[in-house]
């Protein structure tokens, strides 16, 4: 769980695109995937950048919700797997899950038990949360908190040396 005080680590949208491809050029050669898991709502927008790039054609998500602002709660799943992407994966097939970052670990806990053997991939990860990742782009320090572009505005900043202008 983070402190809202800490680190803020914002990301662009140009770099979250670039740091999505960079995640997709790691995956290729890993082996095809048959299909994309996406944990929602923030694994949707890289989840499409890394279907795109690895031609996978069979999406499908998972809403998963634990957080409410920077406070977590449990984990709560609010629509599964479908039965097509579980049979998928039940067959041998390869399936890759994908979020925007792993911070505890807890929400990749949860969707790595609905489907064990599948390949578990995120843009960034913190310490907690890593060993529970196959694959990642960027680690940030635990007492970070990333700020998604989606969340984002263009908005006025004091200077550093503290004045108003
Ligand atoms: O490793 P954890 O500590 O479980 O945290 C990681 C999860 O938290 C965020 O999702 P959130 O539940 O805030 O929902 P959202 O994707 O709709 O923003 C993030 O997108 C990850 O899914
Ligand atoms: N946006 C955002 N959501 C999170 N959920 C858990 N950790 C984080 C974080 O650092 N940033
Ligand atoms: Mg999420």
């Not at 279907?51 to 069979?58: C, M, Q, S």
């Not at 579980?86 to 067959?91: D, G, R, V, Y």
């Not at 599948?118 to 890593?130: L, M």
């Not at 060993?131 to 960027?138: A, C, G, K, N, S």
């Amino acid at each position: 769980m983070n402190n809202p005080a800490d680190k803020s680590f914002p990301v662009t949208w140009d770099q979250f695109h670039r740091d999505s491809r960079a995640l997709a050029w790691r995956l290729t050669g890993m082996g095809g995937f048959e299909a994309v898991v996406a944990i929602a709502r923030g694994g949707l927008v890289p989840a499409a950048i890394v279907a795109r790039e690895l031609n996978i054609r069979v999406i499908e998500s998972v809403s998963v919700k634990s957080y409410d602002h920077q406070s977590q709660g449990q984990v709560r799943v609010l629509k599964p797997i479908s039965e097509q992407v579980l049979e998928i994966s039940k067959a041998g097939g390869r399936v890759l899950i994908v979020d925007d970052l792993v911070d505890t670990g807890a929400t990749a806990r949860a969707v790595r038990d609905m489907l064990p053997g599948a390949h578990f991939a995120t843009v960034y990860a913190k310490p907690k949360g890593r060993e529970m990742v196959d694959t990642f782009i960027t680690e940030v320090s635990q007492d970070t908190w990333i700020f998604f572009p989606w969340d984002l505005d263009v908005a006025y900043v004091a200077p550093i040396s503290g004045g108003t202008d």
